[in-house]
């Protein structure tokens, strides 16, 4: 049944989360370290189904029952691109999760194997230049596996976010073309869509973009400045090349 899991993963999400299931069932009581190995094989193949699905409550369940045996000390060849899975999950929402993002580190910190494994020092290279404000991400090289780029996927909108509150901070108006082009959108349409769905307060008078004045009481120095601007924009470029 692990076989079967594994020929799932890539080609039939839908019988491979059954599958995933089936077995969870017939390992509720593993005890032997046999056993618990074929239930995290299971687990990580389970992250790895969640993650062909979108479906992060998944992800998290199978993370989390992962890391429970990871903790035990059991692992496979596929742990540490599990382990870098999860890394890059927490740093999407990197304002939220940074500590945790770090704590997770600080268990695999130890293992050099671990941290020179690329599924590792992919992730931690995107942290540390996100904290210095280094967006140039050209040298932190190819994702590690096809799996990362669904995380890569949200780190550019989690960046194209930032970007949109620079642009409401650092302007009253804006020429439609330059906020497609900042913003990274191939089309105006994306760009409206965008609009549509996330930012309904902006205003489109004459062909330009007009955002809401700042709330009273902000200072100069709230502003982001235009060389933060440029970093976000140069930050989205890269991930996308990345990407």
Request: one cysteine or more; aromatic letters at 8%.
């Amino acid at each position: 049944m692990l076989s079967k899991l594994k020929s799932q993963v890539d080609i039939d999400v839908d019988g491979g989360k059954q599958t995933l299931n089936e077995l969870k069932v017939l390992l509720i009581d593993a005890s032997t370290d046999e056993d618990r190995l074929i239930k995290l094989t299971a687990l990580e193949y389970g992250v790895l189904l969640s993650v062909a699905d979108d479906d992060m409550e998944a992800f998290q369940r199978n993370m989390a029952q992962a890391k429970a045996l990871y903790h035990s000390g059991l692992s496979t060849s596929e742990s540490f691109k599990i382990m870098g899975l999860n890394l890059m999950a927490l740093l999407v929402d990197a304002e939220t999760n940074l500590s945790e993002f770090h704590s997770e580190l600080e268990l695999i910190y130890d293992n050099e194997v671990a941290m020179s494994s690329p599924y590792i020092s992919f992730p931690v290279m995107l942290e540390r230049r996100l904290m210095v404000g280094s967006y140039n991400l050209a040298s932190a090289g190819e994702i590690p596996d096809p799996s990362y780029s669904f995380f890569m996927e949200s780190l550019m909108l989690t960046v194209r976010d930032s970007i949109a509150r620079c642009l409401e901070s650092s302007f009253r108006t804006l020429s439609l073309p330059a906020a497609q082009d900042m913003l990274g959108f191939d089309t105006m349409e994306e760009l409206k869509e965008y609009m549509e769905e996330l930012h309904q307060d902006w205003i489109v008078e004459d062909g330009e973009l007009c955002f809401q004045p700042p709330p009273l009481g902000r200072q100069a120095s709230d502003v982001p400045s235009m060389k933060l601007l440029t970093q976000s924009l140069t930050y989205a470029t890269e991930l996308e090349r990345i990407v």
